[in-house]
């Protein structure tokens, strides 16, 4: 795992969510942590680099920013690399896993529209040559509130 | 959306608030004025941006803004999808209460697809290995009397892609 030192865990710690919405938010950040803003933008840089962070920013509600629905297929094993390849490079797909179960390719399609949505399903499903599994959510029952790091479990381990 | 609108006739946000969106997706640009440098590129005054992001947050279209964590880089590898198969009149109950666990991290009511897939609410449990993640499980069953509810546990074993979504055309290739 990457070397992550105090600040870097207080800053994932207080700002999965609620980063200030201010014209200076790294400073208002860093004001809070008692530190400078070049340190926090620093860091955040670092962290960003390191692939720790997939980014800073907003993370939108799914059922209400487009068109989206998880999707899965059940591809020979010898073959889920390359269904994966092709499931990556096909437009408007996210959080592309592999899972132990028969249908063993997990993906979310994502798009404008309800539309653009079965149609790029459409094209994945004959490029593929599976059919795929189509689960649009019904209702979320969860508010992200981002996941408390277990730092301790992560040193112990 | 609603599934009513084509590409053709589709209500399009003004250009601006759209290109503000898109460019969210990819994240706030690590300077000292971000929101600043986002306005110059979508075409707003910097407190334009702040107030479409400010009533975004209030509407729910974004659930929250800050730190995006990729957990896997973290050490956080077990990556569990629970999925459950219960009677259309407990689904709601259950996933509210499924979503309080603070083990949790999504929980969400889908769709089935009998034959093939008769599974209808879906939860996420992360943890640092299998067997920790696991044993939460164990505990959550127990306390919500869940021992019959028909259920699996899908680890992921790679994840090819992890990401944001993107939604808006324009950063459509």
Redesign the interface.
Known sequence: ??E?DALDRR??DT?????P???????AMAERLGVS?AQV?ER??L??Q?????????????A?????L?A?VAVPEAERDEM??A??RS???????????D??????M???????LEARLEALEEELGWPL??????????????????WN??EA? | ???L???AT?PRMSASPQRL?SL?????P???????TLAGQCGMS?DEV?AW??R??R?????????????H????RA?A?VVWDLPDTAV?EV??R??AE?A????????R?PP??PY?L??MI????RE?VLTVLDAIVERHGLQDVPH?V????????????????ET??
């Open positions: 795992m990457a992550l800053l994932i700002y999965q969510r609620g980063l919405l201010c014209e200076r938010p790294f400073a803003e933008i955040l840089q962290l960003q390191s692939q720790v962070l997939s980014r800073v920013g907003p993370v939108f509600d799914h209400r920013a487009g068109a989206s998880l899965a994966a390849a499931i990556n437009p408007g797909v996210n959080h592309n896993y592999a899972r132990e179960h249908y063993n390719l997990w993906f979310v994502t798009a404008a529209d309800e539309n653009q599994l189509r689960l649009p959510m019904i209702e979320g029952y969860h508010i992200d509130l981002g996941f408390p790091i277990p479990e992560l381990s | 959306m609603n599934g609108t084509s590409t589709a969106r969210l997706e990819a994240g706030l690590l300077t000292e004025r971000p929101w600043r910097e702040l992001v400010e975004w947050q509407e729910g279209l974004i659930k929250r803004l800050g730190l995006v964590v990729r957990h880089a973290l050490g956080i990556n999808m709601a996933g509210r499924l979503a603070p949790v991290t999504l929980c969400y009511r889908r769709r697809c093939a897939w209808n879906f939860c992360h943890g640092t290995r920790r699996r899908l680890f992921s074993l790679k994840a090819y892609k992890q990401c944001g979504g993107r939604y808006t055309r459509q290739p």
